[in-house]
């Protein structure tokens, strides 16, 4: 169980288009998904944190027109990266809670979206 | 605000020997922790956590791991390397359902 997924898992863009990324979890309802950022050799630093039904959270740094959260249901959540720039070039991975268990503190990990803009 | 240090930036161990990875936090109750194992180009994995209790943690794939609070440590831990473990092993801590990161160890594998 506990399992979330991603789509696309890779995608190339060209500058100035917009991407969407889909977070969805296949067997269990998140009321909160993560969503992070991966450079090469690099650790994940969190950008934001979406409730479903309300407005996404985002860290400090992160342009929120640029990096779009919607969390419209339980099992899904998107991050729409708007007029991408080859420095939005990153492998994007997000992460779902389920708030209804006593394990409400782990995180269930997607398989990651590599984007590529050119 | 809570932080989690990963002193080590790579490790290279031969296959059958023993692997230490260190991992302190930095946090004044006790926090959440966890180690997540990464294969290049994939999602992270959940090898272990630790929330209270035995503070000497199972996990799988043959790992464990020591919650020290003396030493503000998590240190993970196998017996015995397979070729399969080289991957890049992140230690995590969660406050307020955020977790963070450290900066994630390497592991290579030498025959």
């Known amino acids: 169980g506990a399992v979330v997924s991603q789509h696309p898992s890779w995608v190339i863009c060209k500058s100035g288009t917009s991407v969407k990324i889909e977070c969805r979890s296949l067997?269990?309802?998140?009321?909160?998904m993560f969503w992070y950022r991966q450079f090469p050799k690099q650790s994940l630093m969190l950008m934001a944190t979406s409730n479903e039904g309300s407005k996404a959270t985002y860290e400090q740094g992160v342009e929120k027109d640029k990096f779009l959260i919607n969390h419209a249901s339980l099992t899904l959540s998107t991050l729409t990266v708007t007029s991408a720039h080859p420095e939005d070039s990153s492998f994007y991975i997000c992460?779902?809670?389920?708030?209804?268990?006593?394990?409400?503190?782990?995180?269930?990990f997607g398989p990651g979206t590599r984007l590529t803009v050119t | 605000a809570q932080s989690v240090t990963q002193p080590d930036i790579h490790i290279t161990v031969s296959e059958g020997a023993s692997l230490e990875l260190r991992c302190n936090y930095s946090y004044g109750a006790t926090p959440y922790l966890f180690w997540y194992v990464q294969s290049p180009g994939q999602g992270l994995q959940l090898l272990l956590k630790?929330?209270?209790?035995?503070?000497l943690v199972q996990g799988i794939k043959g790992f464990e791991a020591e919650f020290k609070r003396s030493q503000s440590s998590f240190n993970l831990r196998k017996p015995s390397v397979h070729w399969s473990d080289a991957a890049e092993y992140f230690c995590?801590?969660?406050?307020?359902?955020?977790?963070?990161f450290g900066a994630g160890t390497t592991v290579t594998v030498r025959a």
């Open positions: 995590g801590s969660s406050n307020d359902y955020k977790l963070s």
């Open positions: 630790y929330f209270s209790g035995d503070t």
């Open positions: 992460s779902a809670r389920d708030s209804r268990t006593s394990k409400s503190h782990e995180q269930y």
């Open positions: 067997d269990f309802q998140a009321t909160t």
